[in-house]
């Protein structure tokens, strides 16, 4: 049996929302399994506050850059050890300068193997390990193309947002900029419903059918009312359905045909630390 600390208990109360109790109970259950944990509380019917809480990660940087004509943007995550470092000035600024340098290639590799004053990306991270006492790493690379990119930092450069828009429009930077501060805020598990995987649609149908045996519903109705829920979970959880988060009377993908009637959303990339 896993051995569950007082801070794996706290570290889940905090992700979910759920009490302490009811914590232990789910990881004992789960045998310290965080991902099985969340889902027990679920299916018991808890209120889970963090759907999709993002999972523990390395301090660092994660900066969103675009391209001269909004065409291209990518993200990078500058991954360190502690919160001490990533606050430093000289760290954030050499993220922003490999972030920049990220914007002319298409992947991690690509751009890992890219020359940075003298030496390649890779080989810069190395030196600055050995300068800082701390391991130094690219975690996340994401790209973005559309017609028309825009991005968001979130504060402390904790969590950054590409947003593509289907045409560079008036009114396209502040819309492009609202969707991704959306993004960043309301972590959809996709665009769309077409978005979601099989595996997370399987799982959310069974967590319905959980809750509704546990009310005491039918057997023979629980496929149905299942089906409904899993309605309401593509309007909570993917981004064109989500309640605009600056007029809730509106989704999201109504406020952009506001903006210009043609206009859509073609993507997002979403990129956490912490």
């Known amino acids: 049996m896993a051995k569950i600390t007082a801070a794996d208990v706290n570290k889940l109360r905090k992700m979910t929302g759920a009490g302490m109790m009811d914590c232990k109970k789910a990881l004992v259950e789960a045998e310290g399994d965080f991902e099985k944990a969340i889902e027990i509380l679920r299916k018991k019917g808890q209120k889970v506050a963090a759907k999709r809480a993002d999972r523990d990660s390395s301090e660092g940087a994660a900066i969103a850059k675009v391209n001269g004509n909004q065409s291209s943007g990518v993200i990078i995550s500058l991954n360190c050890e502690t919160d001490f470092v990533a606050k430093n000035d000289s760290f954030v600024s050499l993220a922003n300068e490999l972030a920049e340098l990220a914007l002319d290639f298409d992947s991690k590799d690509a751009f890992l193997d890219a020359a940075y004053n003298g030496m390649t990306v890779a080989e810069k991270l190395t030196e600055q390990t050995g300068v800082i006492g701390e391991k130094i790493e690219i975690g996340s690379f994401a790209k973005l193309d559309a017609p028309f990119v825009g991005s968001y930092i ?9 947003v593509g828009l ?16 959306q993004a960043a805020a309301m972590n959809p598990v996709a665009l769309n419903e077409e978005g ?14 959980d809750q509704l045996r546990q009310e005491g519903k039918p057997e023979a109705m629980l496929e149905n009312i299942a089906k409904g829920k899993l309605k309401r979970f593509f309007k909570d959880n993917t981004l064109i359905n989500q309640a605009f988060i600056k007029d809730s009377k509106q989704s999201v993908a109504q406020y952009v045909k506001s903006v210009d009637s043609g206009l859509e959303i073609t993507g997002f990339q979403r990129v956490a630390l912490g």
């Open 166 to 181: 289907s045409a560079s429009v008036d009114g396209a930077a502040q819309a492009a900029k609202d969707v991704a501060m």
């Open 196 to 209: 979601v995987d099989q595996a997370t649609i399987d799982k959310e149908i069974e967590i319905a059918k």
């Open 154 to 162: 979130h504060a402390g450069n904790k969590i950054a947002t590409l």
